[in-house]
């Protein structure tokens, strides 16, 4: 029995780790997304238009990261792990290519901020060495799985939410839940990333990503037409900056489990899964309809 098995109950520990399934086809009827599909408002759609942007070439560069590993990867369960990650990884990236095509439609430049994206993951993979793209790619991993639980873990933060992008958000937390602890197993058993360079990777990510997040959203805002005195006011209001940071945010309630990445015997399996994960596995079963598997696991929030 390894440290991380030994340090946590072990029903816990069985809880939080599901199998990996890759769903195909996810049809999430885009045409019918509305511009402010975030409740109506613009300062949070477009902050969550921003960060899921992203996705499309941040997931390919996940995939190259892990990648970088298959001939060095000796266990056959981690091997099998590693296909299906790059799979769900690969489906995410469909689909929220099609959400950045709607983007485009409404004059955003994606483009410009795809290849600003591409060109620094592109650096990284080429300059930085294996071990810390990998160790990059872990710490990733860790802040999308926090951000299922973020954005699902409570009814209130997706209400008003179109059904549509939040069955596709809700997919989206459901996959990168079953697979959050695979680039970290390669990081820990195929590579020599040191403790120093998984720190340093998630100090880096969690500094950087939300503040190019934020920076793409008042792009995106100025581009609607809102004025840099509109956008300050709408960040100051309570559906601005505090509703991701103040102490009732949307980012409350997963700080622990952030600050547990610097832990020496942290694993992702250590903490428990979303608690309506089975949820949407149950509907999406039953029915075989991502948008309807979202409104249930929504449902089900706390
Ligand atoms: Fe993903
Ligand atoms: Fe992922």
Known sequence: MNTITKAFDSAQVENAEKQITVRKNMDFSQNDIPKYWFAGSPFKTRVADSLQMTFPVGERYFIESVRAYRDDITDDKLKSEVKDFIMQEAQHGISHEQINDLLRAQGMPIDKMEKRLKSILNNHTKKLSREFNIAHTAATEHLTALMAKAFFHYRSTM??????MRGLLAWHAVEEMEHRAVAFDVMRHASKASEAQRYTAMALVSTLMPLFTLARAVIMLRVDGYTSFQIARMMVSKDGLPWLFAKEGILRGITS???????????PNMHPMVHNYQDWVDVYEKTGDPIEAGNAMWAAGY
Do not use: T
């Open 159 to 164: 209400q008003g939410v179109d059904p549509n």
């Open 257 to 267: 489990e952030y600050a547990d990445w610097y832990r020496r015997d942290f694993h």
